[in-house]
């Protein structure tokens, strides 16, 4: 015993050895419960959460809810032990049960945080469509903003040593600036239970949105923002109070009736309208789609036209059928018998008023399908045929004069004169 005096001796000169040595060892008991912990208990824990056939706490495993809560038991421990280290500093006390009680506070939050994650997971999961149409994201953020705000308060007030109850009281003169700061967030807040209130937007809708450049598919709905995946793979991001003070087109309905809309107009030149004479008439009674058309449009013309004759008028009044008109009841015809064509919408075919560009002669239809590679198909399909068609009823595109034709029409004088000096 003697021989050991000697080595404490110094023990009793510098008495914050014992109290350091003291905290050292706690804080390697910490370490050691941590470790235990993460290795020893929350492999059997996430053994046993993958075993089970719940999904919920599946669900909490991904989100690292229980990877977060294995922080605690060391802080725990540290809290707890400082108070049984003797004749150690109050100062030193204060300060480690403070720090640590913060950073208790902080890993319950962030646990909590992992917890409403793993809820609107699992939201999603049971059930895929009344998630997307129901949304719940935007209100468990908000949850979240309001945790850490309280965990903000709170952790302020242990490091200082004041009651949080003095900092809540302080947050009234603090209002306006709280207003100012957490504006968007308000603004997003209201957003979001308006939007999904009113079912204005899912996730999977098409939105239009051109003056923010967005055009595709909605893939996240969130508190402050919406992102919307566009047609070229780039990612638009709108301020979720953006959709209520602005306006924007929601193709749902679109998707949901079945059909999508062909609105396109043949452009066709004036000066080939004209009337058939009874050759070609004949001639296009070979079209299997418009030959019931030409016979009753003869039975009516031919008791007009007796009418007329009967009274004497004018044969100018007489009517005639014309190359137009009998497109116009082809291509009507040819919409109806084509499968693709969405038969229970409306339907027509129209003339729009004449211009400097040709007689629109405008279709009006639906396809049965909306996909947009299908559909583009069943349309460039319509118009491919009727523009190969057109000269079979004497009609011409109307287009702007091209290098070519302007070559062809400098070239025709010439021609003229050359053939009229040969003769």
Known sequence: MESINPWLQPLHEWPWVIPMLLLSALLLVAALADWITRRVLLRVASAMVRASPTQWDDALL??????????????????????????IDSGVETLVRNVTAAYMVLTVVRALSALLSGINDLYTQRDPERAQARPIKGYLQVIKIVLFVAAAILIVAVLIDRSPLLLFSGLGAMTAVLMLVFKDTILSLVASVQLSSNDMVRVGDWIEMPQLGADGDVIDIALHTVKVQNWDKTITTIPTYRLINESFRNWR????????????????????????????????????????????????????????????????????????????????????????IHQQMTLLVRQLAPGAEGLPLQIYCFTTTTEWAAYESIQSDIFDHLLAILPRFGLRVFQSPSGADVGAALRQPGEQHEQAAAD
């Open 253 to 340: 309905g679109m998707s949901e009736a079945g059909g999508r809309r062909i609105m396109r107009a043949l452009l066709l030149d004036q000066s080939s309208v004209r009337f058939l004479s009874d050759e070609e008439r004949d001639d296009l009674r070979r079209i299997a789609l418009i030959d019931g058309y030409l016979d009753k449009k003869r039975s009516e013309l031919e008791v007009w036209n007796k009418s007329l004759r009967a009274e004497g008028k004018d044969p100018v009044n007489s009517r005639r059928v014309t190359n137009i008109g009998t497109l116009r009841a082809y291509v009507e015809a040819y919409l109806r018998a084509n499968p693709l």
């Open 62 to 87: 991904a989100r690292g809810v229980l990877d977060r809560l294995g922080h605690v038991l060391p802080a725990l421990l540290i809290y707890a032990g400082i108070v049984l280290i003797p004749d």
